[in-house]
């Protein structure tokens, strides 16, 4: 189905159903997950390739954001080595079939979030997942933590022809879902989250424990939490208020 390019919001209905559950979209790496070990020992088996010295975590946090190819081409340029030619293509393949070949390794829920996942549904809110990783590796890395019934959609990086912070990732997700644009609440812990959101006319969630290599702050979103205890139907419902009341003046 061909997205439309102009912001969804103008497409969908403005005026939600009081009663209607909203729909939460989750970013992955950094927000739903705590992947920052097996990313950087992927990514260091990858450039091992070329002889170039590991990366760290800190180093991470100015890598990730943009799927896999982005993060290896930067890898490289950080090591002096800008990638020419046709070298990406086989670095993708070998950091997929390490990542993919060893998750879920040390990766991790992030504490609270498996009782806010099901305070939720219990309500009957949707959940979804936009991620710029692959799509692949986000369903296989989900499955494998057993998280993958939580959601009524998961969308990667090379599901849409286009990815975060371009609006119809986030809208393309939403469809999926089977959510409302005004029902929709956007959580992510990076630039191009909150950026999707504000392209998309979502109100947006950020937490401050992921991978972003400045104040989560410094990106504007409507409401920052330090821990999933925060997220609740109570502070989702005030947000997708506020939201309204402000975009209505």
Do not use: W
């Not at 950087?40 to 975590?57: D, K, Q, R």
Request: aromatic content about 6%; hydrophobic content about 40%; charged content about 25%.
């Amino acid at each position: 189905m061909l997205l439309k390019t102009t912001i969804a919001q103008r497409d969908m209905p403005l005026t939600p159903a009081p009663s209607r559950p909203a729909l939460v979209v989750f970013d992955l790496d950094g927000t739903l997950l705590d992947t920052h070990v097996d990313l950087v020992e992927s990514l260091n088996h990858t450039i091992s390739a070329l002889a170039l010295e590991p990366v760290s975590y800190d180093d991470l946090t100015h890598l990730v954001g943009q799927g896999a190819r982005v993060m290896i081409e930067r890898a490289c340029r950080l090591r002096g080595h800008p990638l020419e030619g046709d070298a990406l293509p086989q670095l993708v393949e070998r950091f997929v079939a390490h990542y993919a070949g060893n998750m879920p390794g040390r990766t991790e829920p992030y504490p609270g979030l498996i009782a806010a996942m099901d305070r939720l549904r219990s309500e009957g809110y949707r959940l979804a997942v936009c991620t710029n990783k692959m799509e692949s590796l986000a369903l296989g890395l989900l499955d494998k933590l057993d998280l993958t019934r939580y959601f009524d959609a998961i969308s990667g990086g090379d599901t849409f022809p286009v990815r975060k912070p371009d609006a119809r990732h986030l809208t393309g997700t939403i469809e999926r879902a089977g959510g409302d644009i005004a029902r929709t609440v956007m959580i992510g812990d990076s630039i191009n989250d909150i950026a999707v959101a504000k392209n998309a006319g979502v109100p947006s969630i950020a937490v401050p424990f992921g991978y972003s290599d400045v104040p989560v702050s410094s990106f504007n979103p409507d409401v920052i939490i330090t821990h999933f205890d925060e997220l609740t139907s109570e502070l989702v419902e005030r947000l997708l208020r506020e939201y309204a009341e402000k975009v209505a003046v």
